[in-house]
């Protein structure tokens, strides 16, 4: 498939200005982050392409290759501009377009990025009314944390580590061939910067042991199935040199006997007794706040909806209460004996002489069935 124009891929003019080409990149990477779209693989597809786009555009080298003759220009299989200066800059575009935005990008003296643990996800359900008016849980998680042995150094107490010899502390190593530049993982100290040469017995020199959490989780009030809720620096232990990952908590909401939920709105479906439906009368109808009257009109037939104004629920993050949505449903009385048969029987043929009346969208339909089949 044929790649897009960079300009194009990043919104912008092609005399944009080094800075439009920046916020440009910015506000792509701002939606589209695996840190925020981490299930969704056209996220990642178009994250991947704006930053192609960035980098390419970013270098005025590039750039000018790029204007001139396009993809092929940059492209290093066709022979175009793609030598070691655009891997030498690599990590500075994007360790300064994400040090803005996501906090991160280089250290001093050109060290990595700080290496995290394992980022964890816990499923909570929580009943409706939970959900709605907000809770505090408990939960416990089966996770790596710190060594309190040796306070998660990976260490003996007493010794410490060394700078690694290899990549002299920095974590990384640069291998060159040719035009080409490529920076990767210390292979000696696995990109931490230094060596442990007496390990902690504890640990066994990883600083960080398994052990069950017990978390405790504010649940804000409005949450629904599939919102997640993020604690930072929850997650797992990554080990000396690390900071923890984070957990996000998934909320799955049980499914209610009585009410469903969409959006802010709930609905239910209430059963009305046949002389109720045709005489009208007052019925109590259960909310999440407790009972209210409900005043049914006479003639009421099955389906039709009733509206509670502000029974439903308070959006999570603000905004106007939602509605709770009644359907009736006429009931067929059943279990019968003889008498009560005979007494509707007769209420039959008493009605069938003015069925026009009584009945008209039943005589409607069946006029309509007539002149169907001629």
């Known amino acids: 498939m044929s790649k897009r124009d960079y300009y194009e891929v990043l919104g912008i003019n092609k005399s944009a200005s080094a800075e439009e080409i920046k ?37 005025p080298e590039k750039r000018q290759a790029y204007d001139q003759f396009g993809h092929a220009g940059v492209d ?36 990595q990025r700080q290496r995290r643990g394992a980022d964890l996800q816990y499923n909570l359900e929580l009943t409706l009314e ?12 089966p996770t790596y944390v710190a060594c309190e042995t040796c306070d998660g150094s990976g260490a003996k107490k007493g010794s410490t580590s060394s700078t690694c010899a290899t990549c002299k502390g920095a974590g990384q190593v640069r291998m060159q061939q040719g035009f080409f530049s490529v920076q990767q993982t210390c292979p000696t100290c696995h990109g931490q910067g230094s060596v442990i040469k007496d390990p902690c017995n504890s640990c066994r020199g990883e600083g960080r042991v ?60 209430m059963p009305i007794a046949f002389v109720t439906a045709c005489l009208g009368g007052e019925l ?9 009257k409900l005043k049914v009109p006479e003639e009421t037939q099955t ?22 949505l ?39 339909w069946w006029e309509n069935v007539k002149k169907f089949l001629g």
């Not at 449903?329 to 009605?351: A, C, I, R």
């Open 76 to 111: 290093p299989s066709q022979g175009g501009f793609g030598g070691g200066h655009g891997a030498e800059s690599f990590s500075d575009i994007f360790g300064d377009v994400f040090g803005d935005i996501f906090g991160g990008g280089r250290r001093g003296g050109g060290r």
């Open 284 to 292: 109590e109808v259960p909310t999440l706040e407790g009972k209210v």
């Open 326 to 364: 009644c359907r009736v449903v006429v009931e067929t009385p059943v279990n019968l004996n003889k008498e009560q048969k005979k007494m509707l029987q007769d209420f039959e043929t008493y009605l069938s002489g003015s069925k026009k009346q009584h009945s008209p969208k039943s005589t409607s």
């Open 130 to 141: 939970e959900a709605v008016s907000g809770i505090k849980k408990s939960i416990k998680i």
């Open 210 to 269: 398994r052990k069950e959490k017990t978390l405790s989780v504010k649940i804000p009030a409005g949450v629904d199935t599939g919102d997640r809720i993020r604690l930072t620096g929850e997650g797992e232990a990554g080990g000396p040199g690390s900071v923890p990952g984070d957990l996000y908590v998934q909320v799955i909401v049980k499914q209610h006997e009585i009410f469903e939920r969409e959006g802010e709105n709930l609905y239910c479906e």
């Open 303 to 324: 389906g039709r909806m009733f509206r509670l104004r502000g029974k439903g629920i308070t959006p999570m993050r603000g905004g106007q209460k939602g509605d709770l």
């Open 23 to 59: 916020k440009g990149y910015r506000r792509l990477a701002m939606k589209y982050h695996p840190d925020r779209n981490p299930d969704s693989k056209e996220a990642e597809d178009k994250f991947k392409e704006a930053k192609e786009a960035y980098e390419v555009l970013s270098n």
